[in-house]
């Protein structure tokens, strides 16, 4: 099975997305039927790739209370407890199946589970491998996606428009090598992140512009919680970077601190992300500077190597040696905990159509995300569509309405009014923050 192979015109099963919720889906999908997974970019350049500090799981069935507290305090109460409940109970199972599929967390010098903590953690519950997480799944992932039969895999492959008739989704129009087409399937999968390209100030890949959010919004597709983003206190301050570098919640979970101008401490540094963000925002504004300075360099050398070599690696890079320098941080639009309003089955206001990962809202996150949360909610709820899709796909017949392809020649003029439906949206739904973070180009 090649990437690019000729995409015919008709599938039992789309998903567009190749992060880890689509990829979840896919293999969570019976082998039996017939999936077109698409990607807009490569297919590791999604932002599943970048996650660094790790995956929530419940290490023990004696901390639950405490995981589901920690999740909702973060979420300032707004989460959906029944979703929250199905992502905990859950996260055992899913943590054997990564480990099936060839995940390797790291492992104590006993072989148990090393955990670590993050931001508005009561304790250590987050596996990781090294500061790299994100890649170790998603390669994974894909290895195994690629030794199915029944998944083609397209990338520069990107969704236009949905294809929806009756309030039914059929299929989806999508652009692959300069050439429009309509291709149809008896269930749709959105698994195509979040907004952070829409921002001047991402830790998001460039091209993850919440198009099925724009989509949404054409055909009256119910969305939840649009305007409920989120801001990282801590990306690596560089002028020119086109991508913001995530300087990950778990170097301060391992006792990094935040300094001021003068050196000295302001915040709390493991209080829930917004709780931080905005100390940082008065803070810069306070010492006039686009930035404060974290510090790491308590930690021996060689630990912060074993833990953090990405980070290290990429802030040698820039030239900041993080075992004896400061470095300069400054915050970040991150995450988007609404999107397309979804059950604790992927299942959203359109029939046939599923939203899964970060595209989805089904108020696992409430009001903000507790970290590390996302790759966890991403893969629960990516299996649950997987079996549903799987249960209710024989009942479903394929529909191929004829589509007038030349609404989108303008594919610039298509994605720049895609760009301001979003934005609109978000503004309609929160004018401070719009004015405090979208309206920024530099
Ligand atoms: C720097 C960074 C660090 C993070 N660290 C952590 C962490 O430690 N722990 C944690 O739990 N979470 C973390 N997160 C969040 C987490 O990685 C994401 O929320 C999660 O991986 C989202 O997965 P996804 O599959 O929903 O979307 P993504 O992985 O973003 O994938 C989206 C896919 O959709 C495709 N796509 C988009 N639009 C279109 C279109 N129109 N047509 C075709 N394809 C399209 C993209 O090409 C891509 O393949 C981090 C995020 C970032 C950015």
Redesign the pocket.
């Known amino acids: 099975m090649d990437e690019n192979l000729h995409i015919s015109t008709k599938y039992d099963v789309i998903i567009?997305?190749?992060?880890?919720?689509?990829l979840f889906t896919a293999l969570s999908i019976s082998p039996k039927y017939k999936i077109l997974m698409?990607?807009?970019?490569k297919?590791k350049?999604?932002?599943?790739?970048?996650?660094?500090?790790?995956?929530?799981t419940l290490k023990e069935p004696s901390d639950f209370d405490s995981f589901f507290e920690d999740t909702l305090k973060a979420g300032r109460y707004e989460n959906k407890e029944d979703s929250v409940k199905v992502m905990i109970e859950n996260s055992p199972m899913i943590m054997d199946r990564l480990i099936e599929y060839g995940v390797c967390f790291d492992v104590n010098e006993d072989g148990s589970f090393e955990y670590t903590r993050e931001g508005a953690h009561s304790t250590y519950r987050i596996l990781h491998h090294k500061d790299v997480?994100?890649k170790e799944i998603t390669n994974k992932l894909l290895n195994n996606v690629r030794e199915r039969d029944n998944i083609t895999l397209c990338e520069f492959?990107?969704?236009l428009d949905l294809i929806v008739r009756d309030n039914t989704c059929q299929g989806i129009v999508?652009s692959h090598e300069g050439v429009s087409k309509a291709v149809y399937a008896k269930e749709v999968v959105l698994?195509?992140?979040?907004i952070?390209g829409l921002f001047a100030h991402s830790?998001?890949?460039r091209?993850?512009?919440g198009?099925?959010f724009a989509l949404a919004l054409r055909h009256g597709i119910e969305l939840e919680n649009i305007n409920y983003i989120q801001i990282h206190p801590t990306s690596l301050y560089e002028k020119d970077a086109k991508r913001k570098f995530?300087i990950?919640e778990s170097v301060r979970g391992e006792g990094g601190i935040l300094l001021n101008k003068d050196g000295e401490r302001f915040v709390d540094e493991l209080l829930p992300r917004d709780v931080v963000t905005e100390a940082i925002r008065k803070q810069m504004a306070i010492d006039g500077r686009p930035y404060v300075m974290l510090s790491i360099k308590h930690m021996p050398k060689e630990e912060i190597l074993r833990r953090f070599p990405n980070i290290y690696r990429h802030c040698m890079e820039v030239g900041y040696d993080l075992s004896v320098e400061d470095i300069p941080v400054t915050p970040a639009q991150?995450?988007l905990m609404g999107g397309i309003k979804a059950d604790t089955y992927g299942r959203t206001s359109v029939k046939n159509l599923f939203a899964?990962?970060?595209?989805a809202c089904n108020g696992v996150h409430g009001a903000n995300r507790l970290?590390?949360?996302?790759?966890?909610e991403?893969l629960v709820f990516a299996e649950r569509a997987g079996w549903i899709i799987t249960e209710e796909i024989d009942d479903i017949k394929l529909h191929t309405p004829s589509v007038d392809i030349r609404l989108y020649d303008d594919a610039a003029a298509w994605d720049e009014s895609n760009r301001k439906i979003i934005l609109e949206e978000i503004k309609r739904r929160d004018e401070d923050f719009y004015d405090k973070w979208c309206n920024k180009q530099s």
């Open positions: 567009v997305g190749t992060g880890v919720a689509g698409i990607s807009k970019d297919i350049n999604s932002d599943s790739y970048l996650a660094q500090g790790g995956i929530c997480t994100g492959t990107k969704m999508l698994a195509t992140g979040g952070g830790t998001n890949f091209h993850i512009t198009d099925s995530l990950s991150h995450y899964v990962g970060e595209t970290a590390s949360n996302s790759l966890l991403s």
